[in-house]
Structure formats: C-alpha cells, structure tokens
C-alpha cells in the first residue's frame, strides 16, 4: 500500500491520565500532518473536534477497565458523538465474560452499538485472556454488531500479538493496540490481518515507511 493508505491505518493516541488538552493538539497536528487518526480521552472530544475538525476521531468508552453500567457506557456513547467523536472504543466487562455473563456482555454492547450510528471498535483486552475467552468476546463483539475489535487497552500486561490478531480476525476486522511502537511492529500486524493500528508512536511508524 502506498504511504497515506499506510497512515490512514493508524490510530495516533494519546490517552494517558496525566493527557493534558495541549497533548490531545499536539496529537491532532500531528494525525493531520501524516494523514493518520486520533484515539483522545472523552473530556476533549468537543475542543478536539473545534480544532481539527478533518481527523477522524475515536475516543473510549469505559476505559480503561470496562467496568462501567452498561447506562454509563451508553450515556458515555451518546455524549461523545454530540461532542464530535467519528468512533468509539468500548471496552468489555473483562470479569463478566470470565465468570461466563457472555449474555451480560453481548446486551452491554448491543445497548451501546444502538446508541448512535458511530463505529464501535470493542476493546477485549486480549492480554487478560485466554484463547477461549478471546474467542467468547469476540462473538458476544460480532453477535453485537460491533465493527471491529481491538486487542488491548494498553493498560494490561502485555499488547497485541500476531496470534491474537489472527485470532480475532476470524469474526471482525482487528485494531491492534498495545505496544506497537515501531514500523516494523505495525506492519507485522497488518500482515497477521489487521486492519487498524492503535500507538502512540504513529508518528514515528509512519516516518518509518519512508
């Protein structure tokens, strides 16, 4: 693929507790100078979208550890789409899916998905699971409506894996995220089968095609 396909893969992301509003710009010139996205915190998704308007931005939902009610992550969906936001990161109910709610799980989605008509990437924090319970998530995601999943909050032990993207690319496109800091790394994933890459690095693994 050509560069700025390359870069449109790319998720550029900063979402760090100490994530100031001049970080969430910084990111932002950086997305529209290399043609990439941005991944911010919801409390700046309207002063982003204010600023730079053209970048496609995502934004978490129930992050980092997706133990929020299903009404808070709803209420959480509907804001950021008023406030801008072209994509939502929506992170599972990690201790739900391992005590077996899958239904829990896959009714939390649904009611999220329903909210607004934006994206939905489902965030299953592979690094906390194992392969069956990876497998579980990602059909409570699919079975939700969900348009892809993503690996890692970043947060967990551990981040994407080549196995986990073509495990989970057998239901839903993959977002990979989760230590993917190099251009080397990303390509790697993009060739296990994913579709986006989550990093805050993206400047530096654009930079790396050249």
């Given at each position: 693929m050509?560069?700025d396909t390359?870069a449109?893969?790319?998720d550029h992301?900063v ?5 100031t509003?001049?970080?969430v710009?910084r990111v932002?010139?950086e997305?529209r100078e290399?043609?990439?996205n941005a ?8 002063e982003?979208?204010?600023y730079?308007s053209e970048v496609?931005?995502?934004t978490v ?8 009610t299903?009404?808070t992550k709803?209420?959480?969906a509907e804001?950021a789409?008023?406030d ?8 599972i109910n990690?201790?739900?899916l391992?005590?077996g709610?899958?239904?829990a ?8 998905v329903e909210a ?5 990437k489902?965030?299953?924090?592979a690094?906390?699971l ?8 990602c059909?409570?995601a ?6 892809m ?7 967990a032990?551990g981040g ?7 495990l989970m690319s057998?239901y839903?496109?993959?977002?990979a995220?989760?230590g993917v800091?190099?251009y080397?790394?990303a390509?790697a994933?993009?060739d296990?089968?994913?579709e986006?890459?989550g ?7 654009v930079?790396?095609y050249?």
């Amino acid at each position: 693929m050509d560069r700025d396909t390359f870069a449109a893969r790319i998720d550029h992301t900063v979402l760090g507790p100490t994530t100031t509003l001049a970080d969430v710009e910084r990111v932002l010139d950086e997305a529209r100078e290399y043609g990439m996205n941005a991944c911010i915190p919801p409390c700046y998704v309207a002063e982003a979208t204010a600023y730079a308007s053209e970048v496609t931005l995502a934004t978490v939902i129930g992050f980092p550890h997706g133990q929020h009610t299903p009404e808070t992550k709803v209420t959480e969906a509907e804001q950021a789409r008023t406030d801008g936001a072209t994509e939502l990161d929506v992170v599972i109910n990690v201790g739900r899916l391992k005590a077996g709610e899958d239904a829990a799980v896959r009714e939390e989605l649904v009611a999220v998905v329903e909210a607004t008509p934006l994206r939905v990437k489902v965030i299953i924090e592979a690094p906390l699971l194992t392969d069956e319970e990876k497998h579980r998530a990602c059909e409570a995601a699919e079975a939700a409506g969900a348009r892809m999943v993503k690996t890692s909050t970043g947060y967990a032990d551990g981040g994407a894996t080549v196995a986990d993207v073509e495990l989970m690319s057998e239901y839903l496109p993959v977002k990979a995220s989760g230590g993917v800091g190099s251009y080397e790394a990303a390509t790697a994933m993009l060739d296990a089968g994913a579709e986006r890459i989550g990093a805050s690095s993206g400047v530096a693994i654009v930079e790396g095609y050249e």
